[in-house]
């Protein structure tokens, strides 16, 4: 209980220094959790190399070193240090998370900076892509495909309605942004959707999106 409010409150502090980047006023539910990680559920026997993008204070890293077995790799990059000081502690002290410790690998820095040899199968994201300019939102998704395996998925979440509502109600340079990060997102996702799970038990609702990316795209 006490660490369930401690974290809390750590990401309601970071909400109000750095509302962008932290883009929520509370971590996301388990529910949310569940249903981003539901290819990662549905592996199959051979290890694999997971990617999370902005874990925060780890509401989905909680289910995805759940779904981790021996030979697996985790990398987790984020670029806030007081949230990366709350995974490094959650690695350090809770059953689930310490079984992979050695697996598992935190990378304090931008995921557009994140560079590493080896693709990912899976690449599961918690950045608030509507937060960020067009600019940074195409990069984030070079970044994104860069990294990933032909064949892996790509599970990220946005809250539900948000972005085609902010293209209607808003005015001036913000509709130009919200219009240019829309364009961006929608067009992956027509190409490369292959499902979305509608999260009601979260705050606020969400929609998990889950992409494929049939070839490398640079
Ligand atoms: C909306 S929070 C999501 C946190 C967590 N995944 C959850 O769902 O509760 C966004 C997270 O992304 C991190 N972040 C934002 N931009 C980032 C970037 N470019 N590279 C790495 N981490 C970033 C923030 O510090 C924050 O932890």
Redesign the pocket.
Known sequence: MLRFLSERLV?LR?FGG?FE????I???SRY??RAITRYLKQRGDTPIRVL?????????TDQIVRHLREGDRLDL????ES?VDVLEKRFANEPHWQAVADQSEIHQ????DFDDSEPYDFIIS???HVNFPPV?VDT?FQSYFRLLKPGGTLSY?EYAYIRPLRTKLTLGKTRQKINGVNAIVTEHLANHRIRRDNVLVNFPPAWAQHLRIEQTQH
């Open positions: 990401f970071e750095k980047t932290t883009g929520s509370l971590p996301s949310l959790a999370e993008c902005g874990p925060g204070t780890g509401a989905f990059v984020e670029l806030n949230f820095q931008l995921l557009q918690g950045l608030p940074v984030i979440f």
